[in-house]
């Protein structure tokens, strides 16, 4: 019988897990914190909780975190994990460290359906959805090592189309007993998915990052094919209703330059127009090349003249700068393979 994997579960559903197993409710409150506060890497850790409870916590539950198949470390500082977990499928993590803060790029899916061009975890398809158990255990794992101010769901997969175990997660870092984490200091990307997941995750009051890539629907559904559902104009209506019920200020909006695809003059005007009345901050990011892509990144000096065209009319715009490209760290690189390091 599989072991129930504790990781990933908020109090008030550790409780009801805790009970369903012959547990008590005073247990799962002591076994709380010791996984997500004191970081517990197994049962004998808590010495609070009797030798005998102990020893039956093992028969049922485990306290897994994956297992690292490999731990590369870009020369910017930047590290990245392959994370294996028990059904031998993979995700990859990302720390980023800064002087002012540590932040993490955390996944939520084995592979990614949405299949948008320029993406390369995209071209290994969906697998599956992690678990709740599996996401916290990416968070954990870089806590263990280093302090973590920040988390971004900007990894493999689309954190929306996960949004039970996205919400449970979240749940678990937000929670003030333990992890703590601020809700401003959590970021949750998506390319459009604006049903009433976007609606449910309002009540987390945490950031939001919409990944936009284009001015204007003709681009935007050469490069996501989400767009076909989700429209700009819908993500806009739907991003609006977000900042009012979550008190958000801005909303973030992901821009990848694409040499001679999206990052004309013209299109930094349609991209003014798009936004000039809207509560946004437009992050841009030079393309990060993977192995067989049909994309090339904007020039540097390109680059500039786009952001400073933003800048000039009002809009709140800066270039993100690149972190671990030299170890397929960086935006729209992350796969599920160990050798998609550069040659």
């Not at 821009?255 to 999206?262: R, S």
């Not at 994309?295 to 500039?304: L, P």
Request: charged residues 25%; proline residues 2%; positive net charge.
């Amino acid at each position: 019988m599989q072991k129930i994997n504790l990781l990933g579960f908020e109090i008030s559903h550790l409780k009801k897990v805790f009970v369903e197993n012959g547990f008590s409710e005073l247990d799962a409150k002591k076994v709380f914190p010791w996984i997500h506060k004191k970081l517990a890497k197994n049962f004998n850790e808590m010495s609070d909780v009797s030798l005998a409870t102990r020893e039956k916590l093992k028969e049922k539950f485990s306290l897994s975190r994956g297992k690292c198949v490999t731990l590369l470390t870009s020369k910017d500082g930047t590290k990245k994990v392959l994370l294996e977990f028990a059904d031998g499928n993979r995700v990859e993590t990302v720390f980023i460290p800064d002087e002012r803060r540590n932040t993490i790029c955390v996944s939520s899916q084995v592979g990614c359906a949405m299949g948008c061009k320029f993406c390369h975890t995209g071209t290994q398809g969906f697998v599956r959805n992690l678990t709740s158990a599996e996401i916290v255990a990416q968070v954990i794992f870089w806590k263990d090592q280093f302090p973590i101010s920040n988390i971004v769901f900007m990894g493999m997969g689309e954190p929306l189309l996960n949004s039970e175990n996205l919400f449970e997660s979240l749940s678990i870092l937000l929670d003030k007993k333990t992890h703590n984490f601020s809700r401003n200091k959590i970021t949750v990307s998506t390319c459009g998915i604006i049903e009433n997941q976007l609606h449910e995750l309002a009540k987390f009051g945490v950031k939001l990052a919409v990944s936009l890539h284009a001015p204007n629907n003709e681009i935007r559904n050469s490069l996501m094919p989400i767009n076909c559902k989700y429209n700009i104009e819908k993500i806009l209506e739907a991003t609006k209703k977000y900042c009012a019920e979550s008190n958000t200020e801005k909303i973030t909006f992901e821009y990848l330059l694409l040499d001679k695809v999206n990052d004309s003059t013209e299109n930094a005007r349609q991209l003014i127009r798009l936004l000039r009345n809207f509560p946004a901050k437009v992050n841009l990011i030079v393309y990060n090349d993977w192995p067989n892509s049909i994309f090339k990144g904007t020039r540097r000096e390109d680059a500039n003249s786009f952001s400073m065209n933003l800048i000039k009319h009002g809009l709140r715009a800066v270039i993100r700068k690149s972190r671990g490209d030299d170890i397929f760290a960086a935006c729209g690189q992350l796969k599920s393979a160990e050798n998609n390091r550069k040659k």
